[in-house]
């Protein structure tokens, strides 16, 4: 069941990584405004493309909320504070750095980190047992 909602959701990125946030509108500076939000905007379903390139349905709801929400004369910070009030920091391509948001930015080095230890203390054993080994043959 699962490997097939994700075939789903990975076929429906894959629709999307040529497409970019569709023209709708005829103000080339609500485009402007929206190319420039939905590039910063994560997409939901996706989750590891921005707003911009994905093609998914949802995707295309936000985009056309956007555009309502430019309309309706409000700033790109009014509209990214409204998507994360509504979604999380997780609608953001980049979160902030805060409490919440540590792990996603502390984490890859973490992990990092923790590869390398466990390869050191891998390698000593090795080699405490190759001394061992050598040790008992003489």
């Known amino acids: 069941m699962m490997k097939k909602i994700f075939s789903v959701i990975a076929f429906t990125c894959l629709l999307g990584l040529n497409a970019n946030a ?3 509108g005829n103000d080339p500076v609500i485009e402007s405004r929206l190319k420039a939000l939905s590039q910063e905007l994560r997409c939901l379903v996706c989750q590891n493309q921005t707003l911009a390139d994905s093609s ?3 995707a295309e709801d936000l985009r056309r909320e956007i555009r309502e929400l430019i309309a309706k004369g409000m700033t790109d910070e ?7 009030a509504r979604y999380g920091d997780f609608v953001r391509y980049r979160p902030p750095l805060k409490s919440q948001t540590a792990i996603l930015w502390a984490g890859p080095m973490l992990l990092l ?3 390398f230890g466990m390869l050191l203390i891998t390698l000593r054993r090795r080699n405490a047992l190759i001394a061992n080994d050598k040790d008992t043959e003489e």
Request: glycine content about 6%.
């Open 56 to 58: 998914a349905p949802l």
């Open 113 to 115: 980190f923790a590869g």
């Open 78 to 84: 009014e509209i990214t504070a409204y998507l994360v």
């Open 22 to 24: 569709q023209n709708i």
